[in-house]
């Protein structure tokens, strides 16, 4: 029998590998999928606030996300099983990021690339704000960056648990398991080695293991630049409507966008926040110091109506914080030749799985990327410590 490709990590990212991998037909060896907790309560796809944009400042995202929300829009279609579709709920409001005058050149300079790129973008003024969306308050602002199409949320949870359905209904394997060591022979890894006690032997191993990323890493003796940090969500219900309200970022960094009837926010972890080194043992209790000292402020100064919110529930989630530059490591090490990585999506992860698993999937397939060249991601730049730098951060 064939070695399997082994994916350590069954979350969006780990699942969208297997589905491509199962889905093509030159795949000649069985996938198994090893997953330490099938439930997904500290999942960062299930606890994520699952949206999608193109305005990135990296060419390289924005085509990430114009083949991710293609993906989503054919959901039903592509993840059928057995007639059934799934339901992800997906909507396309759009993302308004806010600048001041500081901030101004690097909006400018965004959407040029944007533009150039595909994305259906438009800059407003500050009038043309008040025009479009009168319950914002535009004090301080010089401009903002509006997606017209291709931008929005959906139910992550939904997402991951149709990308794990239909890989398991094309014969992947999923186990419950955790990966305790990895056996490397060279420039290879010949076998993974579960904490149930069982071995495998490998054809190739993908990292998909999103804040648990590192600690795989380490197995193979790869230092990998990814950390654990706690990022809170907040919801909260406002007795007036925001008519046409899209994902919003106010320049403070805090963001909110409409959920049902409610709303949720929040703000990326601060800085200096330490890293989880255990997302087993770590915290996830929302910080809600953060909500009363950040987050609601800023929204209250930008949105009046936001002044008499009623706090609801928060959860927190982890963000696989990527140290270099807070962008996707993904692809093969140069010393470990069939060890490819796909980690460190720094909060973008749920949104770009489905062409990060694409890519992985023709990688080991095919030996090479074939649909969308993702060797800027590559681990090459972690080596070489040659950062790509995402601008557009939230």
Same mark, same amino acid.
């Given at each position: 029998?064939?070695?399997?490709?082994?994916?350590?990590?069954?979350?969006?990212?780990?699942?969208?590998?297997?589905?491509?991998?199962?889905?093509?037909?030159?795949?000649?060896?069985?996938?198994?999928?090893?997953?330490?907790?099938?439930?997904?309560?500290?999942?960062?796809?299930? &606890?994520?606030?699952?949206?999608?944009?193109?305005?990135?400042?990296?060419?390289?995202?924005?085509?990430?996300?114009?083949?991710?929300?293609?993906?989503?829009?054919?959901?039903?279609?592509?993840?059928?099983?057995?007639?059934?579709?799934?339901?992800?709920?997906?909507?396309?409001?759009?993302?308004?990021?806010?600048?001041?005058?500081?901030?101004?050149?690097?909006?400018?300079?965004?959407?040029?690339?944007?533009?150039?790129?595909?994305?259906?973008?438009?800059?407003?003024?500050?009038?043309?704000?008040?025009?479009?969306?009168?319950?914002?308050?535009?004090?301080?602002?010089?401009?903002?960056?509006?997606?017209?199409?291709?931008?929005?949320?959906?139910?992550?949870?939904?997402?991951?648990?149709? &990308?794990?359905?239909?890989?398991?209904?094309?014969?992947?394997?999923?186990?419950?398991?955790?990966?305790?060591?990895?056996?490397?022979?060279?420039?290879?890894?010949?076998?993974?080695?579960?904490?149930?006690?069982?071995?495998?032997?490998?054809?190739?191993?993908?990292?998909?293991?999103?804040?648990?990323?590192?600690?795989? /890493?380490?197995?193979?003796?790869?230092?990998?630049?990814?950390? /654990?940090?706690?990022?809170?969500?907040?919801?909260?219900?406002?007795?007036?409507?925001?008519?046409?309200?899209?994902?919003?970022?106010?320049?403070?960094?805090?963001?909110?966008?409409?959920?049902?009837?409610?709303?949720?926010?929040?703000?990326?972890?601060? /800085?200096?926040?330490?890293?989880?080194?255990?997302?087993?043992?770590?915290?996830?209790?929302?910080?809600?110091?953060?909500?009363?000292?950040?987050?609601?402020?800023?929204?209250?100064?930008?949105?009046?109506?936001?002044?008499?919110?009623?706090?609801?529930?928060?959860?927190?989630?982890?963000?696989?914080?990527?140290?270099?530059?807070?962008?996707?490591?993904?692809?093969?090490?140069?010393?470990?030749?069939?060890?490819?990585?796909?980690?460190?999506?720094?909060?973008?992860?749920?949104?770009? /799985?489905?062409?990060?698993?694409?890519?992985?999937?023709?990688?080991?397939?095919?030996?090479?990327?074939?649909?969308?060249?993702?060797?800027?991601?590559?681990?090459?730049?972690?080596?070489?410590?040659?950062?790509?730098?995402?601008?557009?951060?939230?």
């Amino acid at each position: 029998m064939t070695d399997p490709i082994v994916i350590v990590g069954g979350g969006a990212v780990g699942s969208a590998v297997a589905y491509f991998l199962m889905a093509d037909p030159a795949r000649d060896a069985p996938v198994v999928v090893v997953e330490r907790d099938p439930t997904y309560a500290r999942a960062s796809s299930a &606890l994520s606030a699952s949206s999608i944009r193109q305005q990135f400042s990296v060419p390289i995202n924005i085509a990430l996300s114009r083949f991710g929300i293609a993906f989503l829009r054919d959901i039903g279609v592509r993840l059928a099983v057995d007639g059934e579709q799934p339901e992800i709920g997906l909507v396309e409001p759009g993302y308004l990021f806010l600048a001041s005058q500081a901030g101004l050149p690097v909006l400018e300079a965004n959407h040029r690339v944007q533009r150039a790129h595909g994305a259906d973008v438009a800059l407003l003024d500050p009038d043309a704000l008040r025009r479009r969306f009168p319950w914002l308050a535009t004090d301080g602002l010089s401009a903002a960056s509006l997606g017209l199409r291709g931008e929005g949320w959906f139910d992550g949870y939904a997402v991951l648990q149709a &990308l794990k359905r239909k890989a398991r209904a094309l014969g992947a394997e999923y186990r419950k398991a955790a990966a305790v060591s990895l056996a490397r022979v060279g420039d290879r890894i010949d076998a993974v080695s579960l904490d149930d006690g069982s071995r495998l032997a490998c054809r190739a191993v993908v990292n998909a293991a999103g804040p648990w990323a590192a600690r795989v /890493a380490a197995l193979a003796g790869i230092a990998l630049p990814v950390q /654990a940090r706690r990022r809170s969500v907040f919801s909260f219900a406002c007795h007036d409507k925001l008519p046409a309200c899209p994902l919003v970022i106010d320049p403070s960094g805090v963001w909110f966008r409409p959920e049902g009837a409610l709303f949720i926010g929040g703000v990326a972890p601060p /800085a200096d926040q330490d890293p989880d080194e255990d997302p087993d043992a770590g915290s996830l209790e929302p910080d809600h110091r953060l909500f009363d000292d950040i987050v609601w402020p800023a929204l209250a100064a930008r949105v009046p109506a936001f002044e008499t919110i009623k706090p609801l529930r928060a959860w927190a989630g982890y963000y696989e914080h990527n140290t270099l530059d807070q962008n996707g490591i993904v692809g093969r090490h140069p010393a470990v030749t069939n060890f490819i990585f796909a980690n460190g999506f720094s909060g973008h992860g749920i949104q770009q /799985a489905p062409a990060v698993g694409r890519a992985v999937a023709e990688l080991i397939l095919h030996g090479r990327y074939r649909s969308l060249d993702l060797t800027p991601l590559g681990f090459e730049r972690v080596l070489e410590g040659a950062p790509l730098r995402e601008l557009n951060i939230v």
